[in-house]
Structure formats: C-alpha cells, structure tokens
C-alpha cells in the first residue's frame, strides 16, 4: 500500500502518468482515433439501439427472450438461437466452426459471431451481406446447416401453441398476424437490449478510475498501432469490411469474405469470453489473435510486451450483461409439427 | 357470473360438491391412496430433498447451475444437462428419444425424463439402477450417445477455468479437490432445488379454493380408477417399478426395462409440459396415454369423458417453477482442452 502510495504521488508530482499522458488527454486522444462509449443514459442508450419500425416494448423483449431460447424454432426441437449465441458464453459458442441440424459443421468454417452488442454493428454476417438484426435472424433459422427449419414450419410451431399467441396478441394487438418476419423481428427486439457496458466505457464516460493505468496503457498502444483503424466506434468493430480475405492463407475452409473478399471486423467487446477468434475460429489465445491480426494488416511487428498491453486492454471491454431470467416455454398442442432429427 | 353464483348456491344447498363429496373427504381419500403433497414449510421441504452427506448451500446450488447449463462439460462443448433436462420446458427436451453427441438418438429409444421433482424419486434412470441424483449426473454426461465426455476431460475442462476453481473454494473450501464425483454432486445439489409446488399441493395441504370443481372431479376419477397404485407419493410416480416391459409391444427400440423387465413409474408432475409420453416417448397426445396406461395397467377401459377428467386433474400438477437467473459462465483459458466433436 505504501508503495503504491508512493507510486502515485511520484506520477503525480512528475505531472504525467504510467501511461505517459493524462486521463482526459487519452480520453481525447480515444475521441480523435473513432471510439465511443456506450452512453450512460437510458433515454441516449435506447435512441442508439431502438428501431423506428418496430419500436422495442417489454412484452416484445419477454416474448422475443422466449423465442430466441426456443429449440422448438429448429427442425429438430434441439437447436435454438442460444445454442450458437450463448447469453452465458460471451454470446457466442466457444467452437471453431458452428455446428447445426444434423451436427453439420458450417461449410464455410464460420465462427458464430457474438450476439452481444450486435445491435451496434452496422452490417451483420461476416460478409456483411445485412444490415439489420431483424433480417439476421432470419438466416440461422432456416439454413440447412443451422437450426433447417423452413419458414412455414416456424410458423406453425409457433401458432399451435396458444401460449405464443396470446403474448403476440399481447405484444402487437389482437389482430396481429404471426408471420415468420414477425417472429424474427420480435427476436431482434429481444437483442437490440442485449448491450453490455464496460469499465472502458464508465472511462470514457468521464471516470479515470474505471481503468487500471495496466489497461490505459494498453488502450494508449491500441490506438498508437493503429488497430483503431477498423476497431473503432461504438462497437470497437462491425464498421467495416476492411479483411481481404484473399492475403491470408486460411488453414481451413474456403470462406474468403464476400464478392470483394471482405471479411467484417467484428466487435472487441467481451472478446475475452469468445474464443476462438477470427471468421474462421482458427485461433484460440487472444494474444496470438492480436499478434497476427498485427502483422496482416497493419505490418507493425509488435513485441510481446506490447501485445500482452493490448490484450490487458482488451479485457477490460469485458461488460455488464443483462440479468436474463430463463424463460418458461410455452406448452406444444396435439396440432404442433413434431421435431424431425432429419 | 350470475350462473356461477346460482350454481355455486345449489351445491351448497344440495350438501355436496359437483365431485360427488366434501373437500376435506377428498383430501382424505387422496391421502389414503397414498399421495402426498409438496410441504408448505420451507423447512419441511429442507428436510425432504437435503442429502446429508453434501448439504444444500447457497454457493454450491449457484456453481451446480452453472455446471448444470454449461455444454464444456460435454466432449463436443455443445451439450449442456440442459440441452436434455431444459428448465424451460418441463425439465425435459420434447424430443421422442433423447438425441446426444455427433446427432446420436438413444440406442434404446429412451426419452429423456424430467429434472424438476426428480429429488422426490426413490429410484433414478428408467431402470432405476441407482437410488440418488448424484449417481444419476454421472451417467448423461460419460455415456457416449449422450455428452461422451471421460471423467478427466471434465475435470481438466472445469480445472482449468479459475472462475470454476475459486467457486469451487468458495462451495467447498480452500483445500477442496476438484473431482468428477464433486463435479456431479455440486449439480446434484441444483438438481435438488427444482422442486415445483402446484395448486394440487394447495389444495391437499388444506386450501380448498386452490382447485376448481373439474380438476377435484378428476382427481377422484384419478384415485378411483387405481391410478395412485404406482403413481403415488410425493411424486405421483418416482417411487415404483411396477411396468412390466415384456407385456407392452413397443413400436420402437428394444428396451423392456431392468433385468426383471421393469420400467420406472415416472413423475406426474408438470406432464401436461413433458410431451411425448412413456420411457420410449412414443406417445404425444397425454389423452392417449392416459387412455394406454389404464388399458395396460389397469384394464379398466376408462371412458373418453373420464379420460378427459383425468388429463384435467394432471394439468393441476403444473408446479411454479424456481425463477432462474441464466448464468455467466467462467471464462477458458489456453489450458482448457478444445471442444471434440468426433
């Protein structure tokens, strides 16, 4: 304690920190290299995530939980949209390539991308090819490899079980139609809520204590190597599609981005929990993830030192999540299509 | 509401109840046949699901859900107790057989039995070959159509996860050895919490309001058809091997039962939410069965109109489920084995 102590008022009477510049310098510093914070206040919060189209209510947020919990949303009644995005795993599944209906490997080795916090990228997929969560989650639903199951059966799943109807009725008024568009618009209600405020954010927010001088040192060396470049904004990624997938030799898999070979940068938020890493979930230490996502795209030879800095950084974007109450399903009816494992 | 009311009057005019007798008369004859219900006392319940050898604490029912929703317990990483056991549909999974690792259904077309109530069983597994939860968690998770995880894989998964390892320490104290068998008893120990009072339980413990007319109906339909025989106890089922597998021509998959061709009276609790019926889960509509068990059972060739007072009375069994704040789970490490999904 005393060393600390003395630690400190030695930085202080120097006039400048670990990290070698002061907290609000390196605020601005941040400000100027594209980051942002998750804001503070409610009101700003839900203006950033809300959609004008389908503006988030609670019951829609309780309904869309049920759904996205709901394995019976799949061909087989196995798989729901938690098995791949585990609201207890970072949001994500902790394995390489997803593995769907059938226990099929995605066939481009695609790593499932981290549902927390997805509602601040810009494009969605790793080829970017949607903008809007709301047509995302139609995507995993119905592909072969995925959850395979065909539109008109998610409908009727749903619309046999009156425990459903009622809370659509609920959510959207008596004459609504449960349509399968409805049914993936009130899942991306559900994960528009799912943001997740770090320290680093209560830092940029204004606190200098939210971070330790560890963390604002590496903060300082992620920006000074310019991994800001991509990894900016709100998200710290999901901006852009700035990885040309053809200069990497891809140990596995043939996924080289989309038609212009461009891979999305995805979000740094909680990448602590979301091993492994890249589109291809190749890499399972975050500090050789830095070290090579370095060297292919930005060529500036980082020591370890520096990695193991970015990295203490990086952690630090490990947020609050949501307390999730686990949903009771609703009860299937003799009408309800049974699960088929084929 | 007038109608009601002049009902209601007329009932108490003529000295009975639309079942036939007085509540309390009903209440006793349920009791003589053998039903119990879920203690009110908090303490009773204590006393009833606690085990002594490893008594209920708070930190160890929090790590045991954890490890209870966690699919790195499993070889693929993607099969977690819940997959099977989902708290959000009964306790069960709503598949015909229970379908585990690389997409195996159950070699013997066994369906996956409900986890609430099952601390009330006096016997585990559709054969009943062991006596306790504790033993039961071994089995899912090594068996290799199920999690096909070897004891050491779970250990060093959860070893070396440290948020596993200090909760761990905080469960069990600092000294505390990791074993697969500490591994299954602390989700036994969650196990024994999933417990779900009903208004069946209401009604029995002296609340004469907490079931309606049709569903008392139904439970004296219920005792005087000899349904309690072997659904009886606390559990209504759980307590008996009393199916005698060779009688039964089953459509599907060769199991009939234990050595002497028996078959675990399961729990009737929460059954309306635990479709499809019977140990090979051939059975969807809980009608059918009911109609299937007393014509093997019971031969009484029940009417459809007792059938439906029957299906009625079980749907009073439909229990409150413990609300379960879905848990964060301890982050890997470069130690922690990969996920195998051969």
Chains 1, 2 share one sequence.
């Not at 949209?81 to 593995?99: F, K, P, Q, S, Y």
């Not at 490997?105 to 997929?125: E, I, R």
Request: glycine share 8%.
């Amino acid at each position: 304690m005393k060393r600390m102590i003395s630690v400190a008022v030695a930085t202080m009477i120097a006039g400048v920190s670990a990290f070698g510049m002061s907290d609000s310098d390196l605020v601005k510093k941040a400000t100027d290299a594209g980051l942002k914070a998750i804001p503070q206040s409610k009101l700003e919060l839900l203006k950033l995530v809300d959609n004008d189209k389908n503006p988030i209510t609670n019951c829609k947020v309780e309904l869309g939980k049920k759904l996205y919990f709901d394995p019976r949303l799949s061909k087989s009644g196995l798989i729901s949209c938690n098995t791949c995005h585990n609201l207890g795993m970072g949001g994500a599944d902790g394995v390489g390539a997803a593995v769907g209906h059938k226990w099929t490997p995605n066939p481009k080795h695609l790593n499932s991308p981290t549902v927390y916090n997805s509602v601040l990228n810009q494009v969605q997929f790793w080829d970017g090819r949607d903008p809007h969560l709301e047509a995302q989650a139609q995507g995993p639903i119905q592909a072969g490899p995925e959850m395979a199951a065909p539109k008109q059966l998610v409908v009727d799943r749903v619309t046999t079980m009156p425990g459903y109807v009622a809370e659509f009725k609920k959510a959207y008024g008596d004459d609504v139609k449960i349509t399968f568009e409805l049914i993936t618009d009130t899942i991306a209600v559900f994960e528009r809520t799912l943001v997740t405020p770090s320290r680093y954010d209560a830092f940029l927010n204004g606190n200098p204590n939210a971070l330790t001088d560890a963390e604002k040192t590496g903060l300082k060396v992620f920006i000074d190597k310019g991994c800001t470049a991509c990894h900016n904004d709100i998200g710290l990624g999901g901006t852009m599609m700035p990885f040309d997938g053809s200069k990497y030799d891809f140990a596995k898999g043939g996924f080289t981005g989309n038609e212009n070979g461009m891979v999305k940068t995805p979000t740094l938020r909680n990448i602590e929990e979301t091993a492994p890493y890249f589109h291809n979930g190749n890499i399972w230490s975050l500090a050789t993830a830095v070290k090579q996502m370095d060297k292919i795209q930005l060529q500036n030879n980082i020591t370890d030192k520096e990695t193991e800095q970015i990295v203490t950084f990086l952690k630090s974007l490990t947020g609050k999540k949501p307390n999730i109450s686990y949903p009771q399903l609703p009860v299937i009816t003799e009408k309800t299509p049974l699960p088929d494992m084929n």
